[in-house]
Structures are given as structure tokens and as C-alpha cells.
T-cell receptor
Framework: DGGITQSPKYLFRKEGQNVTLSCEQN?????MYWYRQDPGQGLRLIYY???????QKGDIAEGYSVSREKKESFPLTVTSAQKNPTAFYLC?????????????FGDGTRLSIL | AQTVTQSQPEMSVQEAETVTLSCTYD???????LFWYKQPPSRQMILVIR??????QNATENRFSVNFQKAAKSFSLKISDSQLGDAAMYFC???????????FGKGTHLIIQP
């Protein structure tokens, strides 16, 4: 079945540590996105990529980094510069540039501070 | 920047009745798309319905329909014949013509009373 796989489901970070969240899709989608969800909040856009080897900052990119070396993969690194990383992280993809195409979401990764 | 406002943090409805969730947005763009997503306790994001701004006809998907008022920048979701499985967080989302990610409202928690 085609879909988006996020791993791990739960992740714990120590102070000063970088951690990487994985997002893989086999939908042959060009565009991929990372969102952060805090309690009582909607999702907020961290980074997005509309094509391989290119990505753009979203609304809350500070303290995060991404790469897009392969079409199917869009990992997110939460760096030590992100002082409040505890949140639920969702990865999404869509078929391409056209914004009428809905985004499909993974099941999310919950990141907590140790 | 675009903003999306959901003014109802929580709504409650009796099973089999109809409920309407409100959403307003602010944008200076003329070409954009609007979505309603459902997030059950599993935290998975599920697309409920979408609306293209250039279409005057309101979108419908089975028991779900929207009332899109472009001039008023309003995009409400009507759920008919509410079912227990409809209980979830509902998010209204906006995407502009540049396909640069979704802007979400803070969500409405829908409770279905049996």
C-alpha cells in the first residue's frame, strides 16, 4: 500500500542533542512538508520541499534543518538550538505544485525532552 | 500572511443531528484552496473535504458539506446525521496558489453525544 511512513513513533531528546525524524513516502509525490503540533494549537509549517534538492523555510524553521536528497525521503533534524522541541511532528506529501492537490499525512512522531 | 480562525474551541451535538463548524480566513490572494481535516484520537490527519476558491458551487462529500462565502472569507463545515465516529478535532486549512504549505486554524473539538 502507498503511504507515508514516519519513524520513530516516540523519540526522546537529551539537552544539547540533535535528533532526526524520518519521513519516507512511496506515493511518488514531488512535494513534502513538515508540521509541528502543540496542544491546543493547529499545525504550523516548519519546512517544505517542492522538488528534490530544494527546500524552503516555513513559519517556524528556527532550530530545525532538513534535507531532500531523494524524492521519497525528507528527514527533519531538531537541533539543540530548538529550545522547546516537545511537540507532535507530522510529515505530509502532495502530488506536486498544484495547490488543489490535498496533502497526505503520516502518523506522526512525538518528541519529548528527557 | 494568511490567517485562519476557528472561533469554536469545542462543539457538542447529539447523534443523528446536524452540526456546523465555523472557519474564517484572511488573504489577499484570489486563487487559493480551502480544506477541512479531521484528527481523531489516533492523531492521524484525514482529509474531509476541499474547496477551490474559483468554484462558486459548495463542495459536498456524503454527509459533509461546506458553505463557502468568498466575499465574507468564510468556510463552514456542516456534518449531517452525526455519527459517533465523527468525534474528533476538526481543522480548517488554507493553501495559496504557490503550494507552499497549509495554514491551519487552531481546531474545533467535536463531541458526539449518544
Amino acid at each position: 500500500d502507498g503511504g507515508i511512513t514516519q519513524s520513530p513513533k516516540y523519540l526522546f531528546r537529551k539537552e544539547g542533542q540533535n535528533v532526526t525524524l524520518s519521513c519516507e513516502q512511496n506515493l511518488n509525490h514531488d512535494a513534502m512538508y513538515w508540521y509541528r503540533q502543540d496542544p491546543g494549537q493547529g499545525l504550523r509549517l516548519i519546512y517544505y520541499s517542492q522538488i528534490v534538492n530544494d527546500f524552503q523555510k516555513g513559519d517556524i524553521a528556527e532550530g530545525y534543518s532538513v534535507s531532500r536528497e531523494k524524492k521519497e525521503s525528507f528527514p527533519l533534524t531538531v537541533t539543540s538550538a530548538q529550545k522547546n522541541p516537545t511537540a507532535f511532528y507530522l510529515c505530509a506529501s502532495s502530488i506536486g505544485w498544484a495547490s488543489n492537490q490535498p496533502q497526505h499525512f503520516g502518523d506522526g512522531t512525538r518528541l519529548s525532552i528527557l | 500572511a494568511q490567517t485562519v480562525t476557528q472561533s469554536q474551541p469545542e462543539m457538542s451535538v447529539q447523534e443523528a443531528e446536524t452540526v456546523t463548524l465555523s472557519c474564517t480566513y484572511d488573504t489577499s490572494e484570489s486563487d487559493y484552496y480551502l480544506f477541512w481535516y479531521k484528527q481523531p484520537p489516533s492523531r492521524q490527519m484525514i482529509l474531509v473535504i476541499r474547496q477551490e476558491a474559483y468554484k462558486q458551487q459548495n463542495a459536498t462529500e456524503n454527509r459533509f458539506s461546506v458553505n463557502f462565502q468568498k466575499a465574507a472569507k468564510s468556510f463552514s463545515l456542516k456534518i449531517s446525521d452525526s455519527q459517533l465516529g465523527d468525534a474528533a478535532m476538526y481543522f480548517c486549512a488554507y493553501m495559496g496558489g504557490g503550494a507552499d504549505g497549509l495554514t491551519f486554524g487552531k481546531g474545533t473539538h467535536l463531541i458526539i453525544q449518544p
